[in-house]
């Protein structure tokens, strides 16, 4: 299933079952500039829940789950000491992210010296 809003780019994942339903956004935050590409998809999940309750209705409105989120996940590699600003970056809490929940997790420490988290933003839609 693709979903298009007016102007948009596609929509990553919709998942949903009776009682759940996540609009995510799938985005690799290697460096700040990419910020402004977040603050993009934050502006539109909100535009995308829209549309999926069109298309909820239009199918069957009992699958429509009474709770809706977006989430933003990130991947970020960084190495030890260095490109760390861009964890500092995600925990300032931008503009584009001032109606989100958001956090880190440290997932995978590379024997390189390269580590991965995953950043993440969520709020909810309905």
């Not at 102007?7 to 956004?25: A, I, P, R």
């Not at 009992?62 to 500092?88: F, T, V």
Request: charged share 30%; aromatic share 12%.
């Amino acid at each position: 299933m693709e979903v298009r809003v007016k102007g948009s780019e596609h929509l990553d994942c919709y998942l949903f079952d009776d009682q759940l339903g996540l609009v995510v956004e799938a985005k690799r935050f290697l460096s700040v500039k990419e910020s402004r590409l977040m603050g993009k998809d934050a502006g539109r999940i909100g535009e995308f829940a829209g549309c999926l309750d069109k298309l909820h209705r239009k199918q069957d409105p009992s699958l429509r789950p009474p709770h809706i989120y977006g989430l933003i996940i990130a991947e970020n590699w960084s190495k030890q000491h260095k490109r760390q600003h861009h964890l500092h970056y995600w925990d300032k809490k931008r503009d584009f992210l001032a109606k989100f929940e958001t956090g880190k997790q440290h997932v995978y420490d590379a024997e390189d010296g390269w580590t991965l988290h995953w950043l993440y933003a969520y709020r909810k839609l309905g």
